[in-house]
């Protein structure tokens, strides 16, 4: 078996009764890759995970781990770690216990047991809680303890749940690290779901960007970032001009269609990030609807012949008032051509 | 003006009317004369002693004791499981269960107990001390399971998947950690049982046979031939336990959380 399918998701279906929730779905994981699956909510980004999890019965396809597979191994013996969103803690259990909850399980007792729970919860910086009962602890800190519960395994693939969205932007970044130093120190292989672009860019290796159940597009952050193949996976990654190309013409959402400078690449799309907004200069005039400021940069919103033009400015420069005529332009080189509209 | 007067003085005519006749048996019980009387009639421990002796009293209080142990302990094991079915799987029949089973609750005591005698003691000719444990099961269990009901609902189901994925089977999962994180409700579930089983009185009325009767039944009984104080002593002994086991409930358990 090649490092290329460690866990490999077969055509994959998923469904809450009659609601189709994953269609389909074809995924290589690698070994020791740290993964993102990114998109709003009810994606199928969960389901997905909960199936791997084995806490969800796959309607079709098969989930192959390591060489086997495990589509009807039940969950309790696929050894795959999971942390929940809400952490799910055994409330009634000290710190120490809850790390030791899995190891006691699998037939560890005295110094061995003491041994592996004190190293994991040395890992996660958290060795002077050991006798505390979880509900006093932080929300950082329960999240470090169920990680530290769930790497004690040595789980053959380790899912975190929105691991980020729960604390705050400090602890945000903290976290950030800390997992991607877990994840390097003990070469797991992670996967781990996110709605935040951000969180996802800045962690993963590799970008899973889901929608309606199916994957959308699969990168690297900087082929996701720079080279998104859809006007969804645009928006969701910030481009917050996107337009679609009929007959070699831009058309707007009000049906105008505008002629660009330049030939346009054979797409059905352009997106251009605020930055890629040329202001001041241009063939097309605009009113300057909204300004902020955003410490290195301004932020505009213009009203244009294109609709609503979303822009941005070096904040050094002189800024235009609000309600102001403003010459600008949309270089075609700077766009990003999206190879699926809608 | 008058119903700043008003409000504390319909809160404390509320109050007499519910505690008052506590005191008055409180009082009757340590009296010295023959009969029930109050205001009583000198002082003495002697009615307070004699319930300790009467033969009868201590046969229904054994039985007593059995039925709200013993029924509470079976309406907890049938309840939990139940209340757990619901709260955790969307079943198809579940609020018809949820219904069914707070029906004893609804019901009049009466009719229950007479339904029970018509229709289950007699045709079957089952024995009374088992009809007044499965009568007495029914009659507590809407307390178990609206109580553990309530504790499941705040326990999220995450948990026990986290536990599964740790390496517990489903059933392990439940004992190691559903059951201890709403041992607090079926504790309160335990009590309010015990004391809505050993109060009961309409049901237990229409099951009662020879040698076989319930405390309160046997109380009633009593007083109908003889009518000492050593029933008011009696009460007031019965009163004190309850109040002493909630308040142990309240102060270790937090015991109003769950009711």
Redesign the interface.
């Known amino acids: 078996m090649s490092d290329a399918s460690y866990l490999f998701l077969d055509k994959l279906s998923l469904a809450y009764g009659k609601t189709i929730a994953v269609k389909d779905l074809d995924l290589n994981i690698c070994k020791g890759e740290l993964l993102a699956l990114l998109g709003p909510s009810g994606c199928g980004k969960t389901t997905t995970m909960r199936a791997i ?3 969800m019965t796959p309607s079709s396809g098969r989930i192959i781990l390591d060489g086997a597979d495990i589509t009807r191994v039940p ?8 942390v ?1 969103q ?1 952490y ?5 259990l000290t710190v120490f216990e809850n790390v030791a ?2 190891l006691k ?2 037939g560890l007792r005295g110094e061995e047991l003491t041994r592996r729970v004190e190293d994991g919860l040395e890992t996660v910086g958290l060795a002077a809680f050991a006798n505390r009962k979880t509900p006093e602890l932080s929300g950082g800190q329960q999240q470090r303890v ?1 990680l530290a ?2 790497m004690v ?1 040595q789980p053959k693939v380790l899912m975190l749940d929105e691991p980020l969205s729960n604390l705050d932007a400090r602890l945000r970044l903290e976290m950030r690290t800390e997992l991607q130093r877990v994840q390097k120190e003990s070469g797991v292989t992670m996967i781990f779901v996110t709605h935040d672009q951000v969180e996802a860019l800045a962690l993963a290796d590799r970008i899973v960007v889901m929608r309606d159940g199916a994957i959308e597009q699969i990168g690297t952050p900087e082929e996701i970032y720079n080279s998104p193949v859809s006007s969804f996976v645009a928006d969701f990654v910030g481009f917050e001009n996107v337009f679609a190309i009929s007959d070699g013409r831009l058309s707007t959402k009000d049906g105008a269609d505008i002629a660009l400078a330049g030939t346009l690449p054979k797409a059905k799309g352009l997106a251009w990030r605020p930055r890629a907004i040329e202001l001041g200069t241009g063939p097309f005039t605009g009113v300057v609807r909204g300004v902020s400021f955003a410490g290195g940069t301004r932020e505009y919103v213009l009203e244009s012949r294109f609709g609503s033009i979303k822009a941005e400015a070096d904040a050094k420069l002189p800024g235009y008032p609000l309600n102001s005529e403003l010459a600008f332009d949309m270089p075609v080189a700077a766009a990003a051509p999206l190879q699926r509209f809608g | 003006m008058t119903q700043r007067l008003f409000a504390p003085l319909t809160l404390l005519l509320v109050m007499i009317f519910l505690i008052g006749p506590f005191f008055i048996i409180v009082a009757a019980s340590f009296s010295a004369g023959e009969t029930l009387a109050f205001p009583p009639e000198g002082f003495s421990l002697k009615w307070i002693s004699k319930v300790f002796i009467v033969e009868s009293f201590r046969q229904s209080f054994a039985v007593s004791m059995f039925l709200a142990i013993g029924g509470t302990l079976s309406a907890l094991l049938l309840g939990i499981p139940a209340s757990y079915a619901m709260s955790r799987y969307k079943l198809p029949l579940s609020e018809t269960v949820r219904f069914m089973v707070s029906a004893p609750i609804i019901v009049p005591g009466i009719i229950v107990g007479l339904a029970l005698l018509r229709y289950f003691v007699i045709p079957i000719g089952l024995s009374i001390t088992l009809a007044l444990f499965v009568a007495h099961t029914a009659l507590v269990l809407p307390y178990a399971v609206r109580v553990v009901s309530a504790s499941l609902a705040n326990l999220r189901s995450d948990m026990e998947e986290a536990a599964v994925l740790l390496g517990s089977s489903r059933l392990g999962a439940f004992f190691r950690v559903v059951l201890p994180n709403i041992r607090g409700g079926i504790l309160a579930a335990f009590i309010l049982g015990f004391v809505t089983s050993f109060n009961q009185v309409p049901v237990s009325l229409f099951l009662s046979g020879p040698g076989v009767r319930t405390l309160p039944i046997d109380m009633l009984g009593y007083m109908e031939i003889v009518f000492d104080p050593s029933v008011a002593a009696l009460s007031s002994l019965l009163a004190f336990l309850s109040i002493g086991i909630v308040f142990a409930a309240e102060r270790f358990l937090g015991f109003s959380r769950y009711v």
């Open positions: 999890a084995g806490l969950a309790n013996r696929r050894n795959i770690g999971l929940f809400s799910a803690l055994f409330p009634h909850f899995g399980l699998h169920a519960r769930s395994m």
